[in-house]
């Protein structure tokens, strides 16, 4: 009897729920084959109508209220991988809760590559077939980057060489027909070495060596905590946090390190080689397919110890993550807008606190959400004031284009003070760096006889001039055109005019006033991935660049020693719009750039052109006096009970038929719960894209106090409308984004 009761327990279940990467409501049950082991968290594949799908084991099926016995589908495939972690599920099911998004979505992310889970197959890999080139062959400057890449290294796939070159994988190819590169059979990816703690470990000053062994102490104890780093530009703040990461290795586990933009990863890749001896495994949309499922199998296997990368790197199987680090944790771009809509920074907030483990939250300058909750207690504290060898913080002075003196001549955008200073730092023979935060040539491209706008034809945007490239781009939909010849509405030829300054307009004007200067553009438009920007870098670095122009992808992260001068084009750009977040974000985009400038032992000056010298954003950073801009801004949102002293939620309705867009907006208007006192809701209204993508789109707001879980309310307010097909409902929790 006894022996029955054992068999019973530890008998594998008849039926299990398996949760499959599709929006559904809930796990679908299956019957297990009787020679099939599963537990929670196995991956599986299973049939789904006529497909066959991937899905997770979410627990035992329900054989009372379930499906009938008869009608279960089998399991068709156990996957021999390590199971997902329990707390890898529970995280799943948390975010979904929170966003009010399909548990099976927020596991799409999770195993977001599902070729991952097949059996690794052999690859193609290309290398130089000799250093001889075939006769009449054309050396194009893709075709050379990619022979300068495989001049003295192993044999490498077509995709990794292609991300990395900046061209299509057809290059490649090309010089494969061409006889210049031979292929060689691959049949595995390289492991990933291990990080050693100990390699290479850098000097520290003493506030540095206290803020490194609180870190530390806490990665090696384990347990949740909370840690806010809050250090000025150039502290140290990157080698404080790897003390953490070494000793998360020394004990066993894995480390994640998330950053807002892969474009900050270049000189981090190559301090954190530096310090540990190798690079760390790397996660983001860039990656070539065989190495994203490669990746994805060292983390599920643990072979992968420290993991650096994007926002979606949060949902990566971690079979034994022991410390988050949230790199610029103020940074907008840990906010993912489509699908599941989340903020990496507080959901990593969240599955450090379901792991028990510590997190690291570090910035030059902190979000108001993270800071209150720091001075609240939530959160603990590390402060480093001061850069780190002595260097001291640059000079800022506000150029104020109002007066006539200090404005730039007509037709041009850069003021005369701005201009003696530069000629001045490449005398000295030190660099400069102009920041403007607008790609291409111009914002705007009208008819200057009718004044027709070329605008985008699937959003309500204007089309932005890139001369460079000789086309219009749509920034939000992608939208590409040839420059027309004549104006569309009224016929006339070469009538059209740009308006407004972007990167590439500054970089002419340059080349007027400074035809000798050594000048490199550093924005999305004109680096073609990361080899392109790694070679910018190294540029600077060895001084062979004067002056680098470029928008916020050159204005966090980098280490120039030479840069000493910083100039803001336009610093009030950010501060229109009606953002909620315009001034905190502006303060914190300008603080990030003005750092770049004198981290070493050259002092640094940035000038600020603005029309608002008066502006509490422009007054708080030319004293280098964040708390009292802080002080303002908390106060104005503690008073109208805005985030984060109140709760926001968005509902975003959108369609490509607009009558029907704007009922089921109305529908959702006239339904609000608006009989309770402590909630306030605002709208339906147009977006401000009111169309994007080719979709209408109409915006409600609900706010309440800090206080209220908005989830019920918008649940129940959801489920009494009932919406078409054609319409979709996203909603936006904590919504840092108002377009």
Not at 99 to 114: D, E, F, I, N, Q
């Amino acid at each position: 009897m006894t022996g029955d009761l054992l068999g019973a327990v530890t008998a594998p279940p008849a039926r299990v729920r398996v949760q499959l990467p599709l929006p559904l409501p809930e796990p679908y049950d299956y019957k297990v084959p009787g020679d099939m082991a599963l537990v929670p968290g196995s991956y599986v594949e299973v049939p789904l109508g006529p497909r066959r799908l991937f899905g997770v084991v979410w627990g035992d099926g329900d054989a009372q209220g379930g499906v009938e016995e008869r009608r279960l589908r089998p399991v068709l495939r156990h996957i021999d991988l390590p199971p997902m972690p329990d707390v890898g599920r529970r995280f799943i099911e948390w975010v979904a809760a929170y966003t009010m998004a399909p548990v099976g979505a927020v596991l799409r992310m999770a195993v977001s590559v599902s070729a991952a889970l097949e059996d690794p197959r052999a690859l193609t890999a290309y290398m130089r077939a000799g250093d001889d080139l075939p006769d009449g062959l054309r050396l194009t400057p893709a075709r050379r980057r990619i022979l300068d890449l495989l001049s003295d290294g192993p044999p490498r796939l077509a995709a990794d060489l292609a991300a990395e070159a900046g061209c299509g994988p057809a290059v490649v190819r090309g010089l494969a027909e061409a006889g210049v590169l031979a292929t060689v059979p691959m049949l595995a990816l390289p492991r990933f070495p291990r990080p050693d703690p100990d390699a290479n470990p850098k000097p520290l000053s003493g506030a540095q060596r206290l803020a490194a062994d609180d870190l530390a102490g806490k990665a090696a104890a384990g347990g949740y905590s909370a840690t806010l780093l809050d250090g000025v530009t150039g502290s140290g703040k990157t080698e404080v946090y790897f003390e953490a990461v070494a000793a998360a290795l020394r004990a066993g586990r894995q480390a994640l390190v998330l950053l807002p933009e892969i474009a900050l990863s270049a000189q981090w890749l190559d301090r954190f080689a530096d310090r540990f001896g190798v690079r760390p495994a790397e996660w983001h949309s860039d990656m070539a397919p065989p190495l994203r499922r490669h990746t994805w199998r060292a983390v599920a296997r643990g072979e992968a110890r420290v993991i650096v990368g994007a926002r979606s790197a949060l949902f990566l199987p971690y079979p034994d993550l022991g410390l988050i680090v949230v790199d610029e944790e103020h940074e907008a771009a840990f906010k993912q807008e489509d699908g599941v809509i989340y903020h990496a920074r507080d959901m990593a907030v969240a599955r450090a606190h379901l792991g028990r483990i510590p997190i690291v939250l570090a910035s030059a300058t902190p979000s108001l959400e993270t800071l209150v909750n720091a001075e609240t207690g939530r959160y603990a504290r590390i402060d480093l004031p001061s850069r780190h060898g002595g260097a001291s913080m640059p000079d800022v002075t506000l150029i104020d284009l109002r007066r006539k003196e200090q404005a730039p001549p007509a037709r041009q955008w850069l003021s005369p003070v701005l201009r003696e200073a530069l000629s001045q730092t490449m005398l000295a023979g030190e660099q400069g760096m102009l920041f403007l935060n607008r790609r291409g040539y111009a914002p705007l491209t009208l008819c200057r006889g009718c004044g027709h706008r070329l605008q985008c034809p699937n959003c309500t945007a204007w089309l932005v001039e890139h001369r460079l490239s000789r086309r219009l781009q749509c920034h939000h939909c992608g939208y590409q055109a040839r420059s027309p010849d004549a104006c569309p509405q009224c016929e006339a030829e070469g009538s059209f005019v740009a308006c407004g300054p972007g990167v590439e307009r500054v970089a002419e004007e340059v080349a007027t006033l400074f035809p000798d200067a050594r000048v490199a553009l550093m924005t999305s438009d004109t680096l073609a991935g990361p080899r392109a920007m790694r070679e910018v870098i190294e540029q600077v670095k060895a001084g062979a660049i004067d002056l680098l122009i470029g928008t916020q992808v050159m204005a966090k992260g980098h280490h120039f020693p030479l840069l000493t001068l910083v100039g803001v084009v336009d610093a009030d750009l950010g501060l229109s719009g009606g953002d909620l977040r315009a001034a905190e974000r502006t303060f914190q985009l300008l603080h990030q750039v003005a750092g770049r400038a004198g981290r070493e032992e050259r002092p640094g000056r940035v000038l600020l052109q603005t029309h608002m010298p008066e502006h509490p954003v422009m007054q708080s950073l030319a004293a280098h006096d964040r708390d009292s801009f802080l002080a303002i801004e908390s106060e104005q949102r503690r008073q109208l009970e805005m985030p984060p002293f109140g709760r926001l939620a968005a509902i975003i309705v959108s369609g490509e038929d607009e009558q029907a867009v704007d009922a089921a907006a109305a529908a959702l208007g006239r339904r609000a719960p608006r009989e309770r006192e402590d909630l306030t809701i605002l709208g339906p209204a147009p977006a401000p894209l009111a169309v994007l993508r080719g979709r209408f789109r109409r915006r409600l707001l609900l706010k309440g106090p800090k206080g209220v879980a908005l989830q019920p309310i918008l649940h129940d307010w959801l489920s009494v409308v009932d919406v078409p097909a054609s319409v979709r409902v996203q909603v936006d929790i904590d919504p840092y984004s108002f377009l």
